[in-house]
């Protein structure tokens, strides 16, 4: 009987279906790239790891740091964790629940009483049992066989969600650092200048001395000093609020921050090809989590239609007892039942139906998003190329322009000094060049921002920095 019930189990088990929509990937035309962009013989810059796309020491330091320590990475570490938990969880619903227990139970009636127990009853009794019972829902329809889908398909959603942690946290990081150099780059150029207006004053007074001035031009020296001087208070305190937020991105408390190469030093990526537009779809961790959300979705739908049909169980229980501990493995002493049922729902006032179109909108959504996430994919590549195609562009023109108005600034000076033309000339040019000065550090960091989010835009910075991650949770 026993051998029958678990063939015919097996059977069904072997025999039936899942019910809902396999997964296919949705079509989605893939841009053109110009032929100056795409060369199949080069590496793209998104397949670059991190510390080859940054190869100052210091910032490769804060990057190693910040995977091992910065919050954020650490609990998309955790949501890894408890999603691949969840899958075990979810799987173990097509295996038999099997239990095993034992009973104990003694009982002794009173013999003082009016209806004595009958002579051939004993005033004392015990009972001892060990059973086992099995529990079984056979997945005839793949109701938990999709869900089993759904739940690896959203650990691996999880999973790619931790790298396009890990890849912004690189990127922001590079942000962070390049914009703290820009600081320090303005704030030497305001100290330099502050020293030098404050030589042109001392050489006014000088001349105001000597008759050759007048108290104007005094004037208008010290002005021009105080503006520079009342620059540099403010640039060391972003500086330093540019720093805790380095330290925060390290996971560390607020504190100054080492430097490695000044910005004027830091490498000017010239070439960085993109590669072809599909290997964007392979790099991208938030093109691969939209899309395992898609399949997630996809399954839930086969979950849920699932309900709709009959639910098979098998249930069984077996066991020996004995009226005497000493006797229970001898004798027939055994006891055992199986039970198969199936169940149909007849009448939910629509509530398993209108489940199954719960899921299908859901899945619509899904795949709305993923088209919608390799739109914004190609549009922040084709943005960042443009970027830092044009940021490259204006630091050179900006460069030009220092030059010449550095130029400019001193033959002012000199004109002035010979008496050819007033301190006004003098404060126009030097105005004009410190001006410049900072356009062109902030246009050098423009153009290394517009190089890290190409980096970022083409997938890059998450590949060799998830084993870092990993050794720090």
């Excluded at 059973?131 to 109701?143: A, S």
């Excluded at 899309?291 to 249930?315: C, D, S």
């Amino acid at each position: 009987m026993i051998q029958k019930t678990l063939f015919a189990s097996g059977l069904v088990v072997f025999t039936g279906c899942t019910v809902g929509p396999d997964y296919v990937r949705p079509e989605y035309p893939v841009p053109q790239s110009p032929d100056d962009v795409v060369d199949d013989t080069m590496t793209s810059l998104g397949d670059l790891e991190w510390f080859q796309a940054f190869d100052d020491p210091v910032l490769q330091d804060l990057v190693r740091t910040a995977l091992e320590q910065n919050y954020d990475v650490r609990i998309a570490a955790e949501r890894v964790i408890e999603a691949r938990a969840r899958v075990k969880i979810t799987r173990a619903e097509r295996f038999p629940d099997i239990r095993a227990g034992g009973i104990y139970e003694a009982t002794k009636g009173a013999e003082n009483v009016s209806n004595p127990l009958p002579e051939d009853v004993d005033a004392q009794s015990e009972v001892v049992q060990l059973l086992g019972d099995l529990t079984w829902e056979i997945d005839f329809w793949g109701r938990i066989a999709r869900a089993t889908e759904a739940a690896r398909a959203e650990l691996l959603a999880t999973e790619f969600a931790r790298r396009t942690v890990i890849q912004t946290l690189v990127a922001d990081l590079a942000l962070a650092y390049f914009d703290l150099l820009e600081l320090d780059g303005e704030i030497e150029i305001s100290r330099r200048t502050y020293v030098s207006r404050q030589s042109s004053y001392d050489l006014v007074a000088l001349r105001l001395e000597q008759g050759v001035s007048n108290k104007v031009e005094l004037y208008q020296a010290e002005g021009s000093a105080l503006q520079a001087a009342g620059i540099i208070p403010d640039l060391e305190r972003r500086i330093e609020q540019q720093e805790n937020l380095i330290q925060l991105l390290i996971g560390a408390n607020p504190g100054p921050v080492p430097r490695g190469f000044p910005l004027l030093e830091q490498k000017r990526h010239t070439e960085v090809p993109a590669g072809l537009p599909s290997e964007l779809l392979r790099r991208r961790p938030d093109v691969h989590v939209a899309e395992q959300n898609l399949v997630a979705a996809n399954a839930r739908i086969g979950e849920a239609m699932a309900q709709l049909y009959p639910a098979i169980r098998l249930t069984a229980v077996g066991g020996i007892a004995s009226q005497d501990l000493t006797n229970l493995f001898e004798g027939d002493s055994t006891t055992w039942s199986i039970t198969p049922s199936i169940v149909q729902p007849i009448f939910n006032a629509g509530r398993l139906r209108s489940n199954v179109h719960v899921t299908e909108a859901q899945q619509r959504q899904a795949t709305l998003a993923y088209m919608q996430t390799l739109q914004q994919a190609f549009l922040e590549v084709a943005n960042s190329l443009v970027a830092r195609e044009k940021s490259a562009e204006v630091r050179v023109w900006k460069g030009r322009l220092e030059e010449v108005l550095r130029e400019q600034a001193e033959l002012s000076q000199e004109r002035y000094l010979g008496g050819v033309t007033s301190y006004l000339e003098v404060l126009d040019s030097d105005r004009d060049h410190f001006s410049a000065e900072l356009d062109l550090v902030r246009s050098i960091r423009d153009e290394l921002f517009a190089f890290v989010l190409l980096y970022r835009s083409l997938g890059g910075g998450w590949q060799e920095a998830e084993k870092l991650a990993a050794s720090g949770n």
